[in-house]
């Protein structure tokens, strides 16, 4: 079966601060892979999606960036934080041979920002 | 006009109710339907999804899709204590990798 991990659970960083946060898939090949981000009472907003290695795609011009070093690998990322970054960071996957439209996410992280 | 809305509650029913929710959206392309349960402070979980028009069963879960009028439903019958979460709906056309969310529904079933 397939599992997706993400860490750390919980982060507090200063303003001005880099970030980087992991999401890894166990148990499938060649997975499409998302970054999104939850704010209370705005939904869930795609960041990032990746359909292979090297490959991203940027739905929202922000200071972060996203990159897949290896197939089921999936990083999220910032040289400098903004207030407005915080909030709940979701990694999702489906899979890229059928039902692209099923996403499966991970835990999540908390993001606070001060 | 927001893709997808969804009226996010609270919605509070005693236990053993029928819960009943609902999205409607704007997209007369789209043809994949989710719904998703999320726990507060964690990640959504898909319970169920459905192609095109029709009705879908799994266990107490009921999801319905009406395209003609860009309207979908999810009804949870017999409700637990332990379905208590946010329910979002989620729906995308043929092809695309982005779904369009609703906000979500709050769900509350009081023992």
């Known amino acids: 079966s397939q599992t997706i991990h993400q860490w750390p659970a919980t982060l507090v960083q200063p303003v001005g601060s880099p970030l980087s946060l992991e999401c890894t898939v166990e148990?499938?090949?060649?997975?499409?892979l998302y970054w999104y981000r939850q704010a209370a009472g705005r939904g869930l907003q795609l960041l990032f999606y990746s359909v292979g290695i090297g490959q991203i795609s940027s739905e929202v011009p922000q200071n972060l960036s996203a990159s897949r070093p290896q197939d089921r690998q999936f990083i999220l990322s910032s040289k400098k934080l903004l207030l407005s970054d915080s909030g709940f960071y979701l990694c999702?996957?489906?899979?890229?041979?059928?039902?692209?439209?099923?996403?499966?996410f991970g835990p999540g992280t908390r993001l606070t920002v001060t | 006009q927001k893709e997808v809305e969804q009226d996010p509650g609270p919605l509070s029913v005693p236990e053993g109710a029928i819960v009943s929710l609902n999205c409607t959206y704007s997209n007369s392309a789209f043809q994949y339907f989710m719904w998703y349960r999320q726990y507060s402070r964690k990640g959504p979980e898909l319970l169920m999804y459905?192609?095109?028009?029709g009705n879908k069963e799994d266990g107490r879960f009921t999801a319905q899709v009406d395209k003609s009028s860009k309207y979908i439903s999810l009804f949870i019958r017999d409700s637990q204590p332990s379905d208590s979460a946010t329910y979002l709906c989620a729906m995308t056309d043929y092809g695309n990798n982005r779904l369009a969310f609703g906000k979500g529904n709050q769900v509350v079933v009081i023992p």
């Open positions: 148990g499938t090949s060649n997975p499409n």
């Open positions: 999702a996957w489906s899979s890229s041979a059928r039902g692209y439209y099923e996403q499966y």
């Open positions: 459905t192609y095109s028009s």
